[in-house]
């Protein structure tokens, strides 16, 4: 959306708000009546939300709302009127919605109201583009057209019904209704057109386009399988390093790539089994180069190749080349040779060569990653490895296995299952809370006092526990922000491995942010702070680069990877 109307917003946001708050948004709203149903863990996108009215109601209707307001001006008057803890607030606009996309989230219901008119119709077509890849299959997206003439620098385009159903057509979305509609603040010039759009059940395409891939893209080895593998890895664990790339992509550094696949790759080697029909060489990987066989010799654990890892010495040289050589053959091969069932790669790549690292070592982080180039995914890809790469993955490691079964039986060798399970099972983080606990027990030894973030309970070393803020069974990440001292009875008898719900979450946020900076972001923990930020810039939603990050990004950050794993996995919450 262009700069004008956002500025014409901040400039009358004041005189307009109360307003827009004497429409009843039930009333606004009524033509929607009977398309609308949620159910728990429903969600939903209000684009342009101004002061939050239509977000309050959608979360009466039982929605969980994300919104979305460029205008500073709107944004502050949300703080008066609506405070409402299940509604989500970004700063972000049209065409692109960037911050949006980045949350990795799809949505049962999308809300356009009064907005249209402020696109110009140069950017319709990309703007609706973005929209429906943020719905969810079956989804609704209801968009208000207003006819009449346009208060003074308010920059508002035509807009029509003709326009609207030609861009649903050609994104394969349903008009299921249209209604003409009063302007409810009684302006007898203005009116307006409601139209209500469905997207079908089938309308990604993502998952037929994943079994095409998966079992009938012709193979010459297994490289087209690992690549889905290690991009269905980074949805599930770095998703915060994927940058929104336009025209429906997203963008991977491709050192995440390389870095998953050195994790992948090297205990099947190890174990001899076959990733080719033949073996030239010592196993016929063309990645496998002096830097990736020192790392088979144990030179580090495959648990050290992670966001965050540090190296220096012969160790970060052999990290180095090892990635760098993953890197371009991931770019050069399966990259280039994935394609769509009628032609054109369906994960681009785009390789660099890294600067080569110096004297002070190597820390794998955000920055680091990027310098080996970008990997594009359709985001309709993303988000499908996002939602469902719990069923995807077995499906990717079953095909696997029966490729390497027929490389081993073209050699004349014989494979064993165990072997081939311990070594395709991908090693998660271990369940360590060493560190936080170290720190916390050295507050308490030089007489700090340290309470329990949920409770409020003083601790000592005997009722000192260390939380997963997100239980280790839901998702597996043992990052800095996420460990958090709690009391050994509340961890283990109250909140055990449930979710805590967001308005507990709300409740201990100054808890959280002062154990952060105490433990992690004090000005002599310079490594920690670092290697803070760097693990939540990659495991968490909606937050920018590591270099621009606070505790209340993070924060806020976590509290988006809580709503995405009740909605996506309907994890049980921990109530306040």
Not at 77 to 82: P, S
Not at 108 to 122: I, R
Not at 172 to 195: A, K
Not at 440 to 462: E, F, H, I, K, N
Request: hydrophobic share 45%.
């Amino acid at each position: 959306m262009p700069t004008e109307p956002i500025r014409w917003y901040d400039t009358h946001a004041s005189s307009l708000a109360p307003r827009y708050e004497a429409v009843s948004p039930a009333e606004l709203h009524g033509w929607l009546g009977g398309l609308l149903s949620a159910t728990p863990g429903s969600m939903a996108l209000d684009i342009g939300a101004g002061t939050g009215r239509d977000a309050a109601w959608l979360t009466a209707q039982g929605f969980d709302a994300v919104a979305v307001e460029p205008s500073t001006g709107m944004r502050r008057e949300v703080q008066a009127r609506h405070q409402d803890p299940r509604i989500r607030w970004l700063d972000d606009r049209l065409p692109a919605l960037p911050a949006t996309l980045r949350l990795g989230f799809t949505f049962d219901f999308v809300l356009l109201s009064a907005v249209w008119q402020h696109v110009p119709p140069s950017e319709r077509t990309r703007a609706f583009r973005k929209i429906v890849s943020l719905l969810k299959p079956g989804g609704l997206l209801a968009i208000t057209l207003r006819q009449g003439p346009s208060p003074p620098d308010a920059a508002m385009h035509q807009v029509s019904l003709q326009e609207v159903e030609g861009l649903a057509r050609s994104h394969g979305m349903m008009v299921v209704r249209v209604e003409e509609l009063r302007d409810q603040q009684g302006r007898p010039d203005v009116h307006w057109t409601g139209v209500a759009l469905r997207l079908p059940d089938d309308g990604t395409g993502a998952l037929p386009l994943l079994r095409h891939l998966i079992l009938d893209d012709q193979k010459s080895a297994t490289y087209k399988l690992g690549l889905l593998r290690v991009i269905c890895r980074a949805a599930d664990g770095s998703a915060g390093l994927a940058q929104d790339a336009g025209d429906d992509h997203v963008s991977l550094p491709l050192g995440l790539v390389a870095l998953n696949w050195l994790r992948v790759y090297l205990p099947l080697v190890e174990r001899r089994l076959p990733q080719r029909p033949t073996n030239a060489g010592p196993d016929g990987l063309g990645f496998a180069n002096t830097g990736f066989r020192s790392l088979l010799g144990g030179l580090v654990s495959r648990m050290d190749l992670r966001v965050g890892g540090r190296f220096s010495g012969d160790v970060a040289i052999a990290v180095h080349a090892a990635l760098q050589a993953a890197a371009d053959t991931v770019a050069r091969m399966p990259a280039n040779f994935m394609t769509y069932p009628n032609g054109g790669p369906v994960l681009p790549a785009e390789r660099r060569r890294a600067e080569k690292i110096t004297g002070s070592g190597l820390i794998i982080d955000q920055d680091y990653l990027a310098g080996f180039g970008t990997l594009r995914v359709p985001v309709d890809l993303w988000r499908a490895l996002r939602r469902f790469a719990a069923w995807v993955e077995p499906a990717l490691i079953a095909e696997w296995t029966r490729l390497m079964h027929s490389y081993a039986k073209r050699q004349g060798r014989r494979l064993d299952e165990a072997v081939i399970a311990a070594a395709m099972t991908w090693l998660e983080p271990s369940r360590d809370v060493t560190l936080p606990r170290e720190l916390a027990l050295t507050q308490l030894g030089t007489g700090q006092s340290l309470y329990c973030v949920w409770s409020g309970r003083r601790l000592d070393p005997q009722s000192l526990d260390i939380d997963h803020c997100i239980p280790w069974s839901a998702w597996a990440c043992s990052d800095l922000w996420n460990l958090l001292p709690a009391h050994r009875a509340v961890n283990q008898r109250q909140k055990r491995d449930r979710l805590p719900s967001d308005e507990r979450l709300r409740s201990a946020r100054e808890a959280i942010l002062a154990w952060w900076n105490g433990a992690y972001l004090r000005d002599n923990a310079a490594p920690l702070s670092r290697r803070f930020v760097d693990e939540a810039s990659a495991s968490l939603p909606g937050l920018a680069s590591a270099d621009a990050i606070i505790p209340g990004d993070v924060f806020d950050g976590m509290r988006l990877q809580q709503l995405r794993l009740r909605a996506d996995q309907q994890v049980p919450e921990w109530p306040i």
